[in-house]
């Protein structure tokens, strides 16, 4: 089985791509890769270009932001979450940091070519945008709560 | 006398993190206090005041009372900070406890965040006791950073010695943090339970328990097959004074574990 085929099999078992039809599974299958990360490498750097948004297979990504003396890890991903959104939200750049900190794979979708399809078919535009709009939502909802800092003191 | 202190006398302190210590204590009387994981005990700093804590020690072993004591007002500073040697007061034990023991023959969920912890670790001993006597078990821990992670070698052990799924996240932290960062909530998503036979066992902070328990419906364990551990104000500790009332509910004798379908539109409750 090569590479698209793996991909192909994988991705209507995954949450985020249930429900889409075969076509678009298909498309989505020849728009990614199989990567792997090794302990300590990057998915992407905050300020560059978010033209990539990456399903992970196996293994634990840190998303964290660098301040000036040490990166504070915000959340991290594992096996079958999504990371990235930047992808699909202009000016299309990351606003953090993603690094692997163990033995990592993913797959990697084309995010360029995606936004392309998505102009060119409202009908996968709107239900990828459904999908990533979920993952925000949930990310979004964690660090509201995290925010209320439960496990700190009361005054 | 429920309402008159016993003496106890402080044998060994443990610094947990920068603001919680434990405490073994002994009865100055020798009689050992039987207790049930979960319940809790009215502890006395003389001359300084009273406070439910609830007790962290394990249940097989009655002649030492443990309690695990987070610094975060005066009587439990004083509490906190007791050396070896000093003599405290006790009352109790009171309250219900987790009943771990009606989860025998299914799988068994811990839901901790932060100090909630301790109230639980009576009952994971428990079950560590009499481990073939469960399927499948978790403890899913949250805490705020690495540095306030309590039980770290208890949560080292349960996973390798007594077969427990342990998994802990935090709220946030330094890069040098290899473990999982984020809600409580993703650990009961990715916990492998069998919904149908799982007893779930929740303690934190009230928000914390009412996603988790909300998180665990979501994965199919009915919410009397959840409960939760209460915090209110305890005072008498035996139903009298009422300071602990949630509507007909006083948490110090009806509480403070109680199961989810019970509490859940009680805690939809503003101010109640």
Known sequence: MNSVQNIEAFLPGHPFFAGLDDAAISMMAGCAVNAHLRPGEFLFHEGQAADTFYVVRSGRVAIQMRLPTEGVVLDTARDGDVVGWSWLVAPYRWTFDALATEETSVIAFDGACLRGKCETDPALGYALLQRVVQVMSARLHSARVRLLDLYGVRS | ????????????????????????????????????????????????????????????????????????????????????????????????????????????????????????????????????????????YGARTPDDL????????????????????????????????????????RATVDANRTLALVCGPEVMMRHSAASLGDRGVTPDRVRLSMERNMKCGVGLCGHCQLREYFLCIDGPVLPYDVLAPLMSKAEL
């Open chain 2, 150 to 189: 309590l039980f770290a070698d208890d949560l080292r052990s349960w996973a390798a010695d007594h077969d427990i799924d342990v998994a802990v996240t935090v709220d946030s932290a330094p890069s040098s943090w290899h473990g999982d960062v984020g809600l409580v909530t993703r650990l009961i998503e």
């Open chain 2, 1 to 140: 006398m429920s309402m008159l202190p016993r003496p106890f006398r402080v044998t060994s302190t443990r610094r947990d993190t920068r603001d919680t210590n434990t405490l073994d204590l002994v009865p100055v009387d020798g009689r050992p206090l039987e207790f049930a994981a979960g319940q809790f005990t009215m502890l006395h700093a003389f001359g300084v005041g009273e406070v439910p804590i609830s007790i962290s020690g394990d249940p097989g072993r009655p002649e030492t009372l443990r309690h695990t004591i987070r610094d975060v007002g005066s009587v439990s500073a004083a509490l906190a900070g007791a050396s070896p040697g000093t003599v405290l007061g006790v009352r109790g034990p009171f309250g219900t406890g987790w009943e771990v023991g009606s989860g025998r023959g299914g799988d068994v969920v811990f839901v901790a965040g932060g100090i909630g912890l301790a109230p639980l670790r009576p009952a994971v001993l428990e079950v560590c006791a009499a481990r073939t006597d469960y399927g499948r078990v978790a403890v899913l």
